[in-house]
């Protein structure tokens, strides 16, 4: 495997779910991210999680909940989502967050596609 | 005032055209500047970045920054049908000093290069 490599790529859960989304990067950075994108409304940054800190939470609800347990990998657990929730789930890593060489350039995986019903 | 606006298109140009996508940002704290393509079921990949005011260029992408009329664009030479995508500008500024930063992202330009 190379890049960034996400799993499952297509998901379709119920409102009382609880699943996982998984992101693994294979390029020996520092940085990971998650990001929703939805039709129409621009790429937002959900958390950042740099050396496996979290150093960003914008204002995201309780219902999605990061973990990073090392550098190379990446979970967003999801339980009693909403059906505004359906979206496509974007993972990226990056060496650094600061900086015009390493926060900047960012590398995605393909991302899940969430339907909540 | 959306922070970053970028017409969604959709763009449809001739092959061998010259392509112009543009963004214009209200917040004059912007340090970085990007510009990302996404194909149709891929993740955003890395096209360009600038710091500074003024034009950069990579093969036939050119990227420029105004920051006094707070406008950046994408041009793209002699554009081919593989440039068919949507095009996301980005723009970025970090917190001096506590090791964090907002990242803004345009909702994106489907552009269609027709052979």
């Known amino acids: 495997e190379t890049g960034v490599t996400q799993t499952p790529r297509h998901l379709v859960m119920g409102m009382t779910n609880k699943k996982s989304l998984k992101c693994e990067q294979h390029?020996?950075?520092?940085?990971m991210y998650w990001y929703k994108q939805s039709a129409k409304k621009p790429l937002e940054l959900m958390f950042v999680?740099?050396?496996?800190?979290?150093?960003e939470n914008n204002s995201v609800p309780s219902r999605f909940s990061p973990e990073c347990p090392n550098s190379s990998h990446l979970f967003l657990h999801l339980h009693t989502l909403q059906p505004e929730d359906s979206a496509l789930y974007l993972c990226?890593?990056?060496?650094?967050?600061?900086?015009?060489?390493?926060?900047?350039?960012?590398?995605f995986g393909p991302g899940t596609r969430l339907t909540v019903t | 005032q959306k922070e970053v606006e970028q017409d969604p298109g959709p763009l449809s140009v001739p092959e061998g055209a010259i392509v112009s996508l543009n963004c214009t940002y209200s917040n004059s704290a912007f340090q970085y500047f990007m510009w990302y393509r996404q194909y149709s079921r891929k993740g955003p990949e890395l096209l360009m970045y600038?710091?500074?005011?003024g034009n950069k260029e990579d093969g036939r992408f050119t990227a420029q920054v105004d920051k006094s009329s707070k406008y950046i664009s994408l041009f793209i030479r002699d554009s081919q049908p593989s440039d068919s995508a949507t095009y996301l500008c980005a723009m970025k500024l970090e917190y001096s000093g506590a090791g964090s930063y907002q990242l803004t992202f345009g909702k994106g330009t489907k552009l269609s290069v027709i052979p």
């Open positions: 999680y740099n050396f496996k800190e979290q150093t």
């Open positions: 990226a890593s990056s060496q650094g967050i600061g900086g015009s060489s390493g926060g900047s350039e960012q590398y």
């Open positions: 600038t710091y500074s005011s």
């Open positions: 390029l020996g950075h520092n940085a």
